[in-house]
């Protein structure tokens, strides 16, 4: 079975970083894609970036040159660096990793952003 860590999430101030962290363990045959989603209460769960394992990187608009997801395929891990942050940011972070025979999401991670 393939587990997923998620870590970095915490409580900062408006124009402050984060950088989130999701490493995959187990069982890993092959990663495709692998991206951070955010959900809040009561929301659908929308995706925040996703990069392919060609290294081809889609963004949500909202978050196009402030955010910048990057990912280590000998650790099986995808980062999320979040600059210029601003309280709207303000959610739960799930990564998501996609293997060549399952989708796999991560635990969620707080992220809040004061004004």
């Known amino acids: 079975q393939v587990q997923l860590v998620e870590s970095g999430g915490g409580l900062v101030q408006a124009g402050g970083s984060l950088r989130l962290s999701c490493a995959a363990s187990?069982?890993?045959?092959?990663?495709?894609?692998m991206g951070w989603y955010r959900q809040a209460p009561g929301m659908r769960r929308d995706m925040v970036a996703v990069i392919t394992s060609g290294g081809r990187q889609n963004y949500a608009e909202s978050v196009k040159g402030r955010f910048t997801i990057s990912r280590d395929n000998a650790k099986n891990t995808v980062y999320l660096q979040m600059n210029s942050l601003k309280p709207e940011d303000t959610n739960v972070y799930y990564c998501?990793?996609?293997?060549?025979?399952?989708?796999?999401w991560g635990q969620g991670t707080q992220v809040t952003v004061s004004s």
């Open positions: 187990g069982s890993i045959r092959r990663i495709d894609a």
């Open positions: 998501n990793v996609i293997t060549d025979y399952e989708a796999l």
